[in-house]
């Protein structure tokens, strides 16, 4: 199958599940088309049983899709990118140490306690699940995925504090847990990481793509500065966004945190000295427009993905109990944050349920579950990862502006004041 003949099937399965999802399921656009997109895999799965050359069919066209490197070294560099550039600069730098903690400390203490309970739960259901294998899955689940909390916080208004700290987290996170994968995969293989190991590639791998970030917006702001064609200024945001990424992977530095430290320093550096009004308007739509675009297809590839995952009874087994452990892992690793927060910090405002709720993993995960190496606990580790991003986005992210007007209706008694302090 060639790159043309994919694509269309990945843009055509797009168009026509966002629009049964907004004309039927009145389902948010992405949710809608990736829960079409599950049930058509199932539904070709049966088919095939009357209709062998379907699965053929599909055969081929997973096979053509390598999901591990069409996400972290394609479609992430300009997801990331687009999602930093069009935050709110002002509210993301005033809540810039919860969102340092909850990336750092957050995903480092949710990937241990969710390895640390699976490793004691999973033996309980007739499942082997050595250490190594637990920390490696609590290390790619732990981190939120940036694109599909960007996705659900444009769609539900929450206030703009909730909006940084979520979308902040969840931008910055993916770099910390990638590092602590790295340093697992390399255990996986015989080598024993310490936490100077861990210290040294967080340093320069992470610090590197920040530094790497920031000095090429800087370049990029520059240039734009000095013409006055709109159409070279979105192909000097689109270089910076794609180049910009490659080159710190070539480097093997965390692209990643260089998307989103390019995007930031850039609308950054744009604020300090504006471009004209039209030209940062059209700069804006475009990146939006791409933005939207590329998650419709991103979510029918997640979706899609289900063809590719060995579901059986224990595998299962361990996925439901899995959507349940990072779950409640991740409301007491943020209830124990903010609580310090408020704590320390006189007036901060914040919510530990909708930060929790909030907590969306999405194709990240799925990526890094899917570069797991064919190791005993690969398949539930695949399996795990899959349900608890199938239930995150479904479940959490088609009920989290439900969740979001419920509190901010609620009359806020002396019991519950700190819980959504500064949401009503």
Request: charged content about 15%; hydrophobic content about 55%; some cysteine.
């Amino acid at each position: 199958m060639s790159i043309l003949e994919l694509l269309s099937v990945m843009v055509t399965m797009a168009a026509l599940f966002g629009w049964l999802s907004r004309r039927w399921l009145r389902l948010p656009l992405t949710i809608g088309i990736m829960l079409l997109t599950v049930i058509g895999s199932l539904g070709l799965v049966s088919a095939s049983n009357f209709f062998p050359g379907l699965r053929m069919w599909a055969g081929m066209l997973l096979g053509a899709i390598n999901f591990e490197n069409l996400i972290l070294h394609g479609l992430l560099s300009v997801l990331l990118f687009a999602g930093a550039f069009l935050l709110d600069i002002e509210a993301l730098f005033a809540e810039n140490l919860a969102i340092a903690l909850l990336s750092v400390v957050g995903t480092v203490a949710s990937t241990l306690i969710t390895a640390g309970v699976l490793y004691l739960v999973l033996p309980l259901i007739g499942v082997d699940g050595p250490m190594i294998d637990c920390l490696l899955f609590g290390a790619l689940i732990s981190p939120t995925d940036p694109i599909a909390v960007l996705e659900m916080l444009k769609r539900v208004g929450a206030p703009k504090f909730i909006q940084a700290q979520l979308a902040g987290e969840s931008l910055f996170n993916d770099g910390v847990g990638a590092v602590i994968f790295l340093a697992l995969l390399e255990a996986s293989r015989g080598a024993t990481p310490t936490p100077a190991h861990f210290l040294s590639i967080l340093t320069i791998e992470a610090g590197g793509g920040l530094a790497l970030g920031v000095a090429l917006a800087w370049l990029a702001s520059q240039l734009m500065r000095r013409t006055d064609a709109f159409q070279v200024e979105l192909l000097l945001t689109l270089a910076l966004a794609t180049g910009g990424y490659a080159l710190a992977d070539h480097w093997h530095l965390s692209a990643p945190l260089a998307a989103v430290a390019a995007g930031i320093a850039l609308r950054r550096f744009e604020h300090k000295h504006p471009i004209t009004m039209i030209t940062s308007e059209r700069i804006d739509v475009f990146w939006e427009v791409i933005d939207e675009v590329l998650n419709a297809v991103l979510f029918v590839l997640v979706g899609f993905e289900v063809l590719a995952i060995p579901f059986s009874r224990l595998p299962l087994e361990v996925g439901a109990l899995s959507v349940v452990i990072v779950t409640v892992a991740r409301f007491g690793v943020i209830a124990a944050i903010i609580s310090l927060l408020r704590w320390t910090k006189k007036g901060f405002r914040s919510s530990i349920r909708i930060l929790s709720w909030g907590g969306l993993r999405g194709g990240l995960s799925l990526a890094l579950a899917l570069s797991v190496p064919h190791i005993p606990g690969r398949t539930w580790i695949l399996v795990a990862t899959y349900s608890v991003v199938l239930v995150s986005i479904v479940v959490q992210g088609s009920s989290m502006e439900w969740v979001l007007k419920r509190l901010l209706a609620e009359e806020t008694p002396p019991a519950v004041e700190d819980e959504i302090q500064g949401i009503s």
